[in-house]
């Protein structure tokens, strides 16, 4: 099964920019559709984009218009581009499949505060 690694959070002021890159193990082409989640203690995981063989991108309400989310099938990496951070966009985020496979990655840490 095909595992993945997330990177590029960090701290970030409201208002800044941060892409994260999800690193696939293995082929990620036969994946119809890719996800990008995040979680805050206490609550449950939230799927924020979605990115579909093709191209196709859903988003949701909280985020659209300021996140982007891509994939590159030849390297077998998902981006998830997040512009107009705000406070409430602090989070770990995780990359998986839609519906997600089972077992998570470690994720990334988004820290969005001045």
């Known amino acids: 099964q095909v595992q993945f690694v997330e990177s590029g959070g960090g701290l970030v002021q409201p208002g800044g920019s941060l892409r994260l890159s999800c690193a696939a193990s293995?082929?990620?082409?036969?994946?119809?559709?890719m996800g990008w989640y995040r979680q805050t203690p206490g609550k449950e995981r939230e799927l924020v984009a979605v990115?579909?063989?093709?191209?196709?991108?859903t988003f949701a309400d909280s985020v659209r218009g300021r996140f982007t989310i891509s994939r590159n099938n030849a390297k077998n990496t998902v981006y998830l581009q997040m512009n107009s951070l705000k406070p409430e966009d602090t989070a770990v985020y995780y990359c998986?499949?839609?519906?997600?496979?089972?077992?998570w990655g470690q994720g990334t840490q988004v820290t969005v505060s001045s």
């Open positions: 998986n499949a839609k519906p997600a496979f089972q077992g």
């Open positions: 293995g082929a990620i082409y036969r994946i119809y559709a």
């Open positions: 990115i579909r063989n093709g191209g196709t991108a």
